[in-house]
Structure formats: C-alpha cells, structure tokens
C-alpha cells in the first residue's frame, strides 16, 4: 500500500527530502510567477469568452491539484492560450458569451477533460499521444497562435468583430474598421509595443546599465505588470472608460467559489468531442514542456501519473469556477529558469493568486481590455513558428503535406477541424508509413562479412540468390506489402532460385504477418524457389516456434546472413558487382 500511495501521490516522495534551501528557492520562483500570472490568468479568461476572475479561478485549486499529483518539478499548470482558445470555440456553439449558460457549460468542459485524462491515467494510455506527431501538432500551435493574435485586434482598435476562422475575423475587422476607438487604439499599440520590447529589449538594456542577472531577469518577467499599472493609471487618471475605453470593471473580491458543472447527458453529449481534443492537445503540449523541462536536470517524467495529475486540475477548475487547464509553456519556463526545485513552487504560486483574488481585484477595476489583448497577442505569436513548413518540406514531403493541412485547416474552418485533422493525419501517416516498411535487397561488401543495401554500396550477389532485408515489425497493416513486393521481384527474375529473408530488423511478427510468410512460402514453393530466413532474433523465434510455419518452411534458418550466402551461393557461381545508384 505505500508503495501505491507513493506511485499515485508523488508528493510522498519529494516531499520527504524537503529543506529549508528548497523552500526558499521556490519561493523565490513562486512570487516571479505569481507576478507574471496574474495579468496572464486575466487574458485567458478573456480569450476563452469568460469573465477575468475565471482566469484566477482556474489558476488556484488546480495547480494545488497538480502539486500533489504531478510529477514535473517545475511544470506550472494554468490556463493557456491554444486551450482557451479551443474552450472559446467549443462553448459558441452551446450558449452565448457573458451567460449563465456559458460559464455553467465551461465547467462542465473542464470536468469532461479532466475525467477523460484522469481515466487515461488510470488505464496507463500516456501512451496514446506518441501516435501525435510533432511536426502536426507544431502546425496546430502556429495556426492557433495566428488565430488568437486575430482575435485580439478587436480589443485592441475598440471595435467589435467576430469569427472562429481567419477569413471570418479579418472580414469582421474590416468591416468595423471605422469603428475605430482612438483611445483604445493608443492603448493597446502602445501596450503591445512596449511588452514586446520587454520581452526583447528590456534585459539587455538593464545589463548595460549594470543589474544584475537576477535582478534584471525578475524586472523582465515582471514587465506586464507594469503595463497593466500604468494602462489602468491611465484610464482612471484620465477617464477614457467615459471615452469608449473598454474596461475589466468590478471583479467579485473573494476566493475560488463552490461550483456545480452540469453534467446532464445532452450537455455532455455536445462537449464530449471538444473535451477529447482539449485534453489530448493539452497533455501533448503539456508533457512536451515537462520532459524538456526534466531532462535539464536528469528527473523523470512519468506521462500516466501526469495524465492523474492534469485530471484532477482540471476536475479542481470544474468545481472552483474555472475552465480547462494544462502545462504552459511560458510559465513553465520562468517557473524553471526562477529556480523552482519542487512543486510546492506551484502551490506558493497558488497561494499568491489567492491573496490577489481577495485583495488586488478592486485594483483592476480600470484596467483596459487593450491591455490584455496586447498581453495574449505578446504570449502566443512566440508560439508561431512557420519554419516547420520549410523544414517538413526539406525532411519529408508526406510531413509537409500533413503540417500544411493542418495549418490550412485551422485557419480556415476552427480549430476543432484544424485539431482534429491533426489527430486523423498524424495516426494516418502513422499507418502509411507503417504499412509500406522499407524493404531494401542487399548484398555482401567484397572482403567482409557485412551485407548493405545494392542502391546504395557496391556489394556482391549472386544472380540465383535474392536477399531481402526487412526494416520494420511485421504486423498486420505491412505483410501484405511484403507478398507483394517479393512476388514482384522474383516472378521478373527467372534466375532466382532462393529467397533469404534478413530478419536483423523485425522485432515483432504477429499472427497476420505470419499468415503472410506462410503464404509467401507456398507462392515460392510454386515457383520452384525456397524460402530462407536469417539473424532471426529470439523473441521472434520464440513466437515462430508456436506457428507451423518452421514445420513446413522449405529452406533453413540460419544464425547470420554469411553463413547462408556461404551456404546457398553456386560454386564457382558467377558473383555480380553492384552499381550503386544512390550513396550515403
């Protein structure tokens, strides 16, 4: 029992080690990020059509949550943009923002997610988001980031627009051009221009000047505060909320409230889908963060305990008044960089935010929706990378295709087509990669015992010996593939009289794939050529041994591709000298 509790509570584990040097560092890092999350937690209420204080909300219980379930000592778990953004497009289509109805069905969301990740934790599946290839999910994230950029331009000209699609935004844009509040428009120009020169300039500028790195590094971290101080100065000094200025207004002071998600079958029939991509786009992006995050300093991820411990966060935002979380990027990274050693650092960072959910929200009574928009549109344009394009096109053109719809698809039709696009090509080029293995006929390196592939190496054969090497498991969705291919080559080669299999490679035959060898066998038999194997590896054996196929195979298995090419080569038989076509 208490090695299961320690398996399922990390805490138990790291916190036994806990010292007076670990609190302070954490706590060093906790009062950096509590400072750059609270104008964050905000904008992402924002872009997820929520009230602010559900930004707060959401960023309190749940990183409680995953401080004692996580595993990452340094991942930070809150609201983000591509999740808020994906929460704001799932919930239009069930209610209309600023209702009852919308905030009600965004806690229900989150705790959709968080039981679909905690059951995916529980039945051991972190498994799963390896079938999500990078570069896709790459593509998402760009086409998002340009998404959310968008659609805070209208907060940040004072205009009204809208759309879940880049045709739509920009279409609604100009059209409301004219619209155009002067005022906010200073504001949020003004807003974005100045935190994208922190987030550039800044550091640099005070190491000229002599800070220090530390000091100079929490000055820069804390930069969007002092855009939010000096914006909300502004239009409290100067009373532009009078003058069209669009302001946060009365956020309720007080801690994360008891909530009730709806959980009705109909509700939850329409977010089931929306709730599966949110968490699947969410432990991807978050276990990407934690692991690069880990092996800077030799730790461990363990994705199923993650997936225990981004579920219950998310159960945490659905019964405390939030909306679907994960691991940020951003957050994460300063958390690291500030010297978190532990995730106490999140729950330092949690007891923050609560000080400032009770004490700091009649501050921000005049802060401007500008600058908040100016803050997500800083945060996720560093998410934008159109690169992947170039290096998909580069490295692989099935890749590019893949990334390319992706992207095209986001922007064009919403993020839940650009998503779930992602997810179908990514398992797609999964099984077309899978279902067609690189099948290479080799032959012997003059003077070795080393066999390569004839396109690439001039090699020895012989004209009535065809080796093949197979460099994939053989499974289901690939056998037929290799029927095929070898029934080719020997039908367009009289002179073949063996056929050698060169097993190196194949770590798994299953019962399909054995079907196939079988079948193979028979094919060749007809033909009057027999059907070898070598360099068979022993669990592969072990398997074979159960079949009948080593019963009745019409050649020999042979423990290396030397001794059957010394064993089947015609004495004195002519040896061929390959042309190598290609070159490594």
């Known amino acids: 029992m208490p090695s299961l509790l320690t398996r399922y509570v990390p805490l138990l584990t790291w916190g036994r080690e806990y010292d007076r040097l670990t609190l302070t560092n954490d706590l060093i890092a906790a009062v950096i990020v509590t400072i750059m999350l609270i104008p964050q937690s905000l904008a992402y209420a924002l872009l997820a059509g929520l009230p602010p204080e559900a930004g707060l909300y959401a960023s309190i219980v749940p990183i409680l949550l995953y401080a004692v379930f996580g595993t990452s000592r340094a991942l930070a778990v809150g609201p983000v943009a591509v999740v808020s953004l994906m929460t704001a497009a799932s919930l239009s289509e069930i209610a209309a923002q600023g209702s009852m109805g919308y905030a009600v069905a965004a806690l229900s969301l989150a705790a959709l997610s968080g039981a679909i990740l905690l059951a995916m934790g529980l039945l051991r599946l972190g498994f799963l988001a390896n079938f999500l290839s990078?570069?896709?999910?790459?593509g998402f994230?760009?086409?998002?980031?340009?998404?959310?950029a968008t659609s805070q331009i209208k907060h940040l000209l004072g205009i009204h627009a809208e759309g879940h699609t880049l045709p739509e935004l920009l279409l609604s844009l100009l059209e409301h051009l004219p619209q155009l509040n002067w005022p906010t428009a200073l504001i949020g120009g003004g807003a974005t221009a100045f935190l994208f020169w922190v987030r550039r300039g800044l550091n640099p500028a005070l190491r000229r000047l002599g800070v220090g790195t530390r000091q100079a590094g929490f000055l820069t971290k804390a930069g969007p505060v002092a855009a939010v101080v000096v914006t909300t100065l502004a239009v409290w000094g100067l009373g532009l909320a009078q003058s069209g200025v669009k302001i946060v207004g009365a956020v309720p002071q007080a801690l994360p409230p008891l909530t009730l998600p709806d959980l009705s079958q109909d509700l939850l029939a329409q977010l089931l889908l929306p709730a599966v991509?949110?968490?699947?786009?969410g432990f991807v992006?978050?276990?990407s963060v934690a692991q690069t995050l880990a092996a800077k300093r030799r730790q461990r991820i363990d994705p199923d305990q993650e997936l225990i411990g981004l579920g219950t966060a998310n159960l945490g935002a659905a019964f405390t008044g939030g909306f679907p979380v994960t691991g940020g990027f951003s957050r994460s990274v300063v958390n690291f960089d500030a010297g978190a050693e532990t995730p106490a650092a999140g729950?330092?960072?949690?007891?923050?935010?609560?000080?400032?959910?009770?004490?700091?929200?009649?501050?921000?009574?005049?802060?401007?929706k500008a600058t908040l928009a100016a803050t997500i549109i800083t945060a996720v344009l560093g998410l934008v990378d159109f690169s992947i394009l170039r290096k998909s096109w580069d490295y692989s053109k099935a890749d590019f295709a893949a990334v390319l719809a992706t992207i095209?698809?986001?922007?064009?039709?919403?993020?839940?087509?650009?998503?779930s696009a992602g997810v179908v090509l990514s398992i797609g080029l999964h099984l077309y990669k899978s279902s067609r293995p690189h099948i290479a006929e080799v032959g012997r390196v003059p003077g070795t015992e080393h066999f390569r592939n004839i396109l690439r190496h001039e090699v020895e054969t012989y004209p009535s010996l065809l080796t093949l090497r197979v460099d994939e498991s053989l499974f289901f969705a690939n056998a037929r593939f290799l029927e095929d291919c070898i029934h080719r080559r020997v039908a367009d080669d009289p002179q073949i009289d063996h056929v050698v299999l060169h097993c190196a490679a194949i770590n798994d035959i299953d019962l399909s794939a054995l079907d196939s060898l079988e079948e193979i066998m028979h094919r060749l038999s007809e033909m009057g050529v027999t059907l070898h194997l070598s360099e068979v590896k022993g669990p592969v054996m072990d398997r074979?041994?159960?079949?009948?196929?080593?019963?009745?195979?019409t050649g020999k298995v042979f423990l290396s591709q030397h001794d059957a090419v010394e064993a089947l080569r015609p004495a004195g038989g002519e040896t061929r000298l390959s042309a190598p076509s290609l070159r490594d």
């Open 544 to 553: 074979l041994r159960r079949g009948a196929l080593l019963d009745h195979l």
């Open 134 to 138: 990078h570069p896709v999910i790459a």
């Open 408 to 419: 095209a698809l986001t922007l064009l039709m919403g993020v839940e087509a650009g998503v």
């Open 141 to 148: 994230i760009t086409a998002s980031g340009v998404l959310i």
């Open 347 to 368: 729950a330092f960072t949690a007891i923050g935010l609560a000080i400032a959910a009770v004490a700091l929200t009649p501050l921000i009574y005049f802060l401007p």
């Open 285 to 287: 992006e978050s276990i």
């Open 277 to 281: 991509l949110i968490s699947v786009i």
